[in-house]
């Protein structure tokens, strides 16, 4: 079956240090994104990628990197740079034929910092 | 700046009812809109998607307005059931760059038997 997959599923942190968030997608779509969700807020935008070896700044990159290296992959690091990191991050895919394309997500990574 | 504002206080409906939500914008003129379901715990799925130049669309029980007039769209759930109890999200293009998303924060229905 086709789909994303986002691991580990809960994530504990102690404060200071960098935790990166495995994305992955057998979709064979060009455009990746991440996503940070919080209680009663949408999901806003992190980083977004519609090609291997390229990607962009969303509304909220401070604290956090990614990298491009396969069109399958999309790790997201947060830095201890990142000032409140728990929060409920998504990870998503979509083809780059049309702008309308559907987005699909991944189950989710929920990281604590403790 | 663009900005989507859906109910944020929970919609509670009986079965069998029609649930409606709205989604409502500013500074946009979209080319299109988006809606979304959202499990506890879990990714949104993608559930419908509406242009500009289409008044209306539906997929079983699901039906979707778009009124680029009143800046608005309204999703509707006919005959609903428990397993509809979600938060339901609509997301419309970001104008600055192709294919980004702009969601607005959900609302949450509760079917009760």
């Known amino acids: 079956d086709g789909g994303i997959t986002q691991s580990p599923k809960y994530l504990f942190r102690k404060e200071g240090q960098n935790v990166t968030l495995s994305c992955e997608q057998n979709?064979?779509?060009?455009?990746m994104y991440w996503y940070r969700q919080d209680p009663g807020q949408g999901l806003r935008l992190i980083y977004y990628?519609?090609?291997?070896?390229?990607?962009q700044k969303g509304d909220i990159a401070e604290g956090y990197s990614v990298s491009r290296e396969k069109k399958e992959s999309f790790p997201l690091t947060v830095t201890s740079a990142q000032k409140n990191p728990t929060a409920f991050y998504l990870c998503?895919?979509?083809?780059?034929?049309?702008?309308?394309?559907?987005?699909?997500f991944g189950p989710g990574t929920r990281l604590t910092v403790l | 700046s663009q900005k989507i504002e859906q109910n944020s206080e929970a919609l509670n409906i009986q079965e069998g009812k029609t649930a409606t939500l709205t989604c409502n914008y500013t500074?946009?003129?979209?080319?299109?809109l988006q809606w979304y379901r959202q499990d506890p715990g879990r990714g949104p799925v993608f559930l419908l998607l509406?242009?500009?130049?289409?008044k209306e669309k539906r997929k079983e029980r699901l039906k979707v307005t778009f009124d680029t007039t009143l800046k608005q769209s309204l999703f509707h759930i006919t005959a609903s059931q428990p397993a509809d109890s979600a938060t339901y999200l609509c997301?419309?293009?970001?104008?600055?760059?192709?294919?980004?998303?702009?969601f607005g924060a959900g609302t949450q229905v509760v079917v009760t038997p």
């Open positions: 998503a895919s979509s083809r780059r034929e049309k702008a309308y394309n559907e987005q699909f």
């Open positions: 979709l064979n779509h060009d455009a």
């Open positions: 990628s519609q090609i291997v070896n390229d990607f």
């Open positions: 500074n946009y003129s979209p080319a299109y």
């Open positions: 509406i242009r500009e130049n289409e």
């Open positions: 997301a419309l293009p970001q104008t600055d760059s192709w294919g980004k998303l702009q």
